[in-house]
């Protein structure tokens, strides 16, 4: 995982993170060079054809259908025809689907297309089909095909949920084929998209041209600080040398399996964001990026990637759950959103091990929540004070704070180096390291608490201060 970097400082680059290297290294000219001719042929035609005007071509709202058209020109000119078949053929079968409105043949029609992407031979066979030797040309492949179906099945549900009429297939293929989304994502749901994409009235507030360029600054600024990380703290390759691992202390393995959650989250807030600001320039509201991973010590607001769980909880999590205060429907929403999340990544045995432990983690949040709300605990607790009542959650907070980690290193690591963190930490290192790191991390809890209540209590003036 290493090679030359910085000649100049002799330094080698960490290259292990095959992603990050793809978008701002490898191919980083191409894809800006995409992004950068979506905006531009936008603005063309623009000033061709007015916002309102009335053209042949377009009509008088043709802003989704120049995004459309450029996005199938670059799948065309990058993938080639036989890719855009395919894709128009899955579209054209899912919305075939929409058309008879049950929810549950839409998402089982949906689920076999995306099964046939993801699980051989289905995906070597239709991958055969599209010829070419780029580097690129598996990650696109798979990337494109991956969120297109995303993309169909919440079109799929949505028509479903419209009570008059359908939606129309061009309404699909300009969601499906608006190229910023398209190969990376992220995904937004068909309401969002649809609802925003059609708005005729396209004003800036006042500063927010001023918000997109500090975003694009700050972007810049975390891409360079990655590189310097890159080439001076091997964070992704060491773990893969266990032997080397064992050598070190308990707090080294641990920061840097933190070190590790930390990197994946900034890589996916720095891809999306970075995806998210040309969407921006397009009046578009795209999906946040995720949480920082310090600010987590909770498994129902963990994600890496906010527009898939923005997705899975809108279509299956919350739709199962409802208010998720029922054991059993907490158990068989989380099941099949981990069923769901599991066929989308890629089923492999690091991937099942991934999903057991955390729908494991999020039931488990829930039996704890609701045992400790039964009526001794609850009137014990409602005895104390509001900061005691704080420091007994962040002790457990503290605890589920590192299940996250040693649970979601399975995936951006290796199960052999999660178990070695593991064993570490709560074994080998028993009292001494257990303890500190404990203590160490219930204060950050204690801090992260803290500045949610005074956000709280700022969000609380500010909605009696408006006026009735």
Known sequence: GIKPGWHYFGRKMDVADFEWAMWFTSFRNVILFALSGHVLF?????????????????????????????????????????????????????????????????????????????????????????????????VLFYGGSGFTIMRCMSFALENCERKEGNYSIFNLLKYNFYLPFFFFGPVMTFDRFHTQVGTSELR???????????????????????????????????????????????WALAGLAYSNLVYDWVKAAVMFGVINTFSRLDHLDPPQPPKCITMLYV???????????????????????????????????????????????????????????????????????????????????GSLSEAMSRRIRGFFGAVNFWAIVLYNILALNSLDFALLVSERILFTGFPIS???????????????????????????????????
């Open 204 to 250: 800036r507030k006042g500063d927010e041209m001023w918000n997109i360029r500090v975003q694009a600054v700050v972007h810049l600024g975390a891409i360079v600080v990655v590189d310097i990380f890159f080439h001076f703290f091997y964070i992704l390759t060491l773990p893969s040398d266990i032997k080397f691992m064992n050598q070190l202390s308990d």
């Open 42 to 138: 936008a603005k063309l035609c623009s000033m061709m054809v007015p916002q309102g005007g009335v053209s042949i071509f377009f009509g008088p709202n043709h802003r989704s259908v120049v995004y459309m058209l450029y996005g199938i020109l670059a799948v065309l000119g990058t993938m080639g025809s036989t890719y855009l078949m395919i894709i128009l053929s899955h579209c054209v079968v899912l919305y075939s689907v929409s058309l008879a409105k049950q929810k549950w043949l839409c998402f089982v029609s949906g689920l076999c297309s995306l099964a046939s992407f993801k699980l051989e031979p289905f995906s070597t066979w239709q991958s055969g089909f599209v010829t070419g030797t780029f580097d690129l040309q598996d």
């Open 434 to 468: 257990t303890l500190s790191i404990w203590f160490i991390t219930y204060c950050g809890v204690q801090l992260i608490k803290e500045r949610e209540r005074l956000l709280a209590i700022e969000e609380e003036k500010g909605d009696k201060e408006k006026p009735e």
């Open 299 to 381: 498994f129902a607001e963990t994600h890496f990637d906010r527009g898939i769980n923005d997705w899975l909880c809108r279509y299956v999590y919350d739709y199962i759950g409802g208010e998720h205060k029922n054991i059993l429907k907490e158990l068989l929403a989380t099941i099949a959103t981990f069923l769901v999340t599991t066929l989308w990544l890629g089923p492999c045995e690091i991937v099942y091990i991934w999903s057991i432990c955390n729908c494991f983690g999020l039931n488990f949040e829930l039996w704890v929540q609701t045992f400790f709300g039964l009526k001794p605990f609850a009137s014990i607790e």
